[in-house]
C-alpha cells in the first residue's frame, strides 16, 4: 500500500494564498519532502530529499533564503 502525503502549510501563513504545503509524512520512509502551491493543489509538486528540504528550512530560520 502506498503511503499518501499528508500536507500541512505552515501556521504563520495567515491563509494569505501565498503559500506553500509540505508533506513531511513521506521524510522518513521514502527520504522526501513534497512540496507544492498551496494555490494549484491539483499542480504539480517538487519531491525534496530530506536533506535538501531541511538544508531549505535552516536557511529560512538564518535569513538566507530571499525572494
Known sequence: MTESPQ???SSYSSG???CVEVATN?????NTVPVR????P???ALDLSTA????????????G???
Open 37 to 40: 502551491d498551496s494555490k494549484n
Open 42 to 44: 491539483s499542480g504539480p
Open 7 to 9: 500536507r500541512f502549510t
Open 26 to 30: 513521506l521524510a522518513a520512509a521514502h
Open 65 to 67: 533564503v530571499t525572494g
Open 16 to 18: 494569505g494564498g501565498q
Open 52 to 63: 535538501s528540504f531541511a538544508a531549505f528550512v535552516a536557511g529560512v530560520k538564518t535569513g
